[in-house]
Each structure stands twice: as structure tokens, then as C-alpha cells.
């Protein structure tokens, strides 16, 4: 879609001095306006919307946005780490678009202040929660790809996301815990590792608990808010020891 476009009815453009946080701010470094109504739309968490007569949702944008983000990325990091074989560009990726990732660059960006939530949400800190907040950094870019195409689109998530595949990328075996766990077993002659885990809390605020068995012997605890992260941290554990052991 071109840059000209302009929204039905005549709606103005957002305007970077408008106060939307640090995002304003980035908005007006790289020259970029988005749409005020996409703007409004990307801020808006179904939560709200329930509590409001089902009015649309920030989730259409935040599909849109989660494909733009994954060809950015994806040909970024294709063509800056040319040695890196297809597994480790993979799991770069994963680490990149991760919901974790992703929710750090909305708390640089300072989004959780203006996302529209219900009260239930608003009770449970869901402006911090990182699902909500990966959403939300999904559907600005959702926003920003429909006002200005697919340069400009690019142009943002290049800016917010250069630096984490920068730091993702020197992770090493950080990067995926389990994965290198599995890999480090699998050279070493070792079990597969097979990984238990409970929970403790109610559905909205869970608390995980992992540990992980790697030929008899017992890795962890790892602890997080989700079970991948439970496990991931549990496999840190376990890969810890057993690399100091090789």
C-alpha cells in the first residue's frame, strides 16, 4: 500500500508529538506516520474490546504484523550470518520472534502504558505480561505496514529488532537451552533429556516448575511464568553441568 494512503473520512494521520511513549519517538527518527485509527486499533486488547461491545481488536494487525516481522527477520539473518548452518538460523529466529523478545522491545518502547485492557487484565498487571505485550508489538508493525508498505514496515523493525538479533546471536548455546542440551546429549552418548514440570497458581497467574532427566540424573529446578521457560531454564541447568563434566 502506498505511503499516501489515507484513512476513510478523512482522519488525519497520528502525529509523532501526539504522546504515545518512546514509540512516538521512534516514529519521528525514522520519519514514519501511521494511520491515528490502525494506531488506536494496535493498542487495543480484546480484553477492552469485550468489555466494550466486542469492538474490533488489535489481533488482525497482530497477524499481519507477526508475518512482516518473520521476512524481515528472516532475510536479515540470512544474509548477516552466511556460515550459519539452517539449525542455528532457525532457532535465531525462534529466539528473535519469541514472545519474550518481543515484549522486551515493547517495554523499551513503552507500550504497555497506552494498551487499552480490560479491568481483569488491568487487576493481573496485564499491561507487563509479555503475551500481551508481543501482541501489541506485532500489530504497531501490523499498523505500520498498511500506512506506509513494505519499505517503511521494514525500515521499523530494523530499528527495533537489529539490536536483538544482535544480541541473540552471541548467545551461543544460550540461545535455545534445550536444543543445546539435546545436541550436547546426543555427543556425549547420553539419554534424550525428558523434562517434568507443575504449576502452582490460577490460570491467569501460573508459576512453573521444571526439572529435567538426562541419563537417570536430575537437573534444576527451573522456574518461570511458562513452561517453555521452566524447561529452558532447567535445561541451562543441565547443560551447565554436563558441558564442566566433558
Same mark, same amino acid.
Given at each position: 500500500?502506498?505511503?499516501?494512503?489515507?484513512?476513510?473520512?478523512?482522519? =488525519?494521520?497520528?502525529?509523532?508529538? *501526539?504522546?504515545?511513549?518512546?514509540?512516538?519517538?521512534?516514529?519521528? +527518527? %525514522? /520519519?514514519? &506516520?501511521?494511520?491515528?485509527?490502525?494506531?488506536?486499533?494496535?493498542?487495543?486488547?480484546?480484553?477492552?474490546?469485550?468489555?466494550?461491545?466486542?469492538?474490533?481488536?488489535?489481533?488482525?494487525?497482530?497477524?499481519?504484523?507477526?508475518?512482516?516481522?518473520?521476512?524481515?527477520?528472516?532475510?536479515?539473518?540470512?544474509?548477516?550470518?552466511?556460515?550459519?548452518?539452517?539449525?542455528?538460523?532457525?532457532?535465531? =529466529?525462534?529466539?528473535?520472534?519469541? *514472545?519474550h523478545a518481543l515484549a522486551g522491545v515493547a517495554r523499551d518502547? +513503552? %507500550? /504497555?502504558? &497506552?494498551?487499552?485492557?480490560?479491568?481483569?487484565?488491568?487487576?493481573?498487571?496485564?499491561?507487563?505480561?509479555?503475551?500481551?505485550?508481543?501482541?501489541?508489538?506485532?500489530?504497531?508493525?501490523?499498523?505500520?505496514?498498511?500506512?506506509?508498505?513494505?519499505?517503511?514496515?521494514?525500515?521499523?523493525?530494523?530499528?527495533?529488532?537489529?539490536?536483538?538479533?544482535?544480541?541473540?546471536?552471541?548467545?551461543?548455546?544460550?540461545?535455545?537451552?534445550?536444543? *543445546?542440551?539435546?545436541?550436547?546429549?546426543?555427543?556425549?552418548?547420553?539419554?534424550?533429556?525428558?523434562?517434568?514440570?507443575?504449576?502452582?497458581?490460577?490460570?491467569?497467574?501460573?508459576?512453573?516448575?521444571?526439572?529435567?532427566?538426562?541419563?537417570?540424573?536430575?537437573?534444576?529446578?527451573?522456574?518461570?511464568?511458562?513452561?517453555?521457560?521452566?524447561?529452558?531454564?532447567?535445561?541451562?541447568?543441565?547443560?551447565?553441568?554436563?558441558?564442566?563434566q566433558a
Amino acid at each position: 500500500m502506498a505511503s499516501t494512503a489515507r484513512v476513510a473520512r478523512g482522519v =488525519r494521520f497520528f502525529r509523532p508529538d *501526539s504522546g504515545v511513549s518512546r514509540l512516538a519517538d521512534q516514529f519521528r +527518527e %525514522l /520519519g514514519i &506516520s501511521v494511520e491515528p485509527h490502525l494506531l488506536e486499533l494496535a493498542f487495543t486488547h480484546r480484553s477492552w474490546a469485550y468489555e466494550n461491545g466486542r469492538v474490533p481488536t488489535n489481533e488482525r494487525l497482530e497477524f499481519l504484523g507477526d508475518s512482516v516481522l518473520g521476512v524481515v527477520v528472516t532475510e536479515y539473518i540470512f544474509r548477516t550470518y552466511p556460515d550459519r548452518p539452517e539449525g542455528q538460523l532457525s532457532r535465531l =529466529r525462534a529466539a528473535v520472534v519469541s *514472545s519474550h523478545a518481543l515484549a522486551g522491545v515493547a517495554r523499551d518502547l +513503552e %507500550l /504497555g502504558q &497506552s494498551i487499552k485492557l480490560g479491568h481483569g487484565e488491568i487487576a493481573t498487571n496485564g499491561q507487563d505480561k509479555d503475551s500481551i505485550l508481543a501482541d501489541a508489538t506485532e500489530a504497531i508493525i501490523g499498523a505500520v505496514h498498511l500506512s506506509g508498505g513494505f519499505e517503511v514496515s521494514s525500515r521499523f523493525v530494523h530499528a527495533v529488532m537489529d539490536p536483538v538479533i544482535a544480541e541473540a546471536a552471541d548467545l551461543g548455546a544460550g540461545l535455545d537451552w534445550k536444543s *543445546s542440551l539435546q545436541d550436547l546429549a546426543a555427543s556425549l552418548g547420553l539419554s534424550v533429556p525428558e523434562y517434568t514440570s507443575e504449576f502452582t497458581g490460577p490460570d491467569h497467574d501460573r508459576w512453573f516448575r521444571a526439572e529435567v532427566v538426562v541419563d537417570g540424573r536430575t537437573f534444576g529446578p527451573g522456574e518461570s511464568t511458562s513452561r517453555r521457560g521452566a524447561e529452558q531454564e532447567a535445561a541451562k541447568a543441565a547443560f551447565t553441568a554436563l558441558d564442566a563434566q566433558a
